[in-house]
């Protein structure tokens, strides 16, 4: 069982940046896949970015077309946390940012949502034009 819980989402303006932060209970962080979703007001939860497990904290890293050049996935996996580095931030990021774990055992990051199997509860950022 794997807990997750985002911060780091907020009120910014068009251009601006935020880091999204997502801590991770359990002592196999690093076995996990971890993506970046996020849902937006009468829309379908989408992709963001991903990043494989691997040994150390590195990780394939896959990016959504919209946010590719802007946004960036780590991990630390020491401190059982993914980030998203987001810049540029555009008015249509506006969304609730999610966080979540595939216990894949590929070395690759999927981008449907039903594949993985552990969720946070969610961070608003907003992003005013």
């Known amino acids: 069982q794997v807990q997750l819980v985002e911060s780091g989402g907020g009120l910014v303006q068009a251009g601006d940046s935020l880091r999204l932060s997502c801590a991770a209970s359990?002592?196999?962080?690093?076995?996990?896949?971890m993506g970046w979703f996020r849902q937006a007001p009468g829309k379908e939860r989408e992709f963001v970015a991903g990043i494989s497990w691997g040994g150390g904290s590195g990780g394939r890293t896959y990016y959504a077309d919209s946010v590719k050049g802007r946004f960036t996935i780590s991990r630390d996996n020491a401190k059982n946390t993914v980030y998203l580095q987001m810049n540029s931030l555009k008015p249509e990021d506006t969304a609730v940012y999610y966080c979540?774990?595939?216990?894949?055992?590929?070395?690759?990051?999927?981008?449907?949502?039903?594949?993985?199997?552990?969720w946070g509860q969610g961070t608003q950022v907003t992003v005013s034009s």
């Open positions: 359990g002592r196999t962080f690093s076995n996990y896949a």
């Open positions: 979540a774990a595939d216990r894949t055992t590929m070395l690759v990051v999927r981008t449907a949502s039903h594949e993985y199997d552990y």
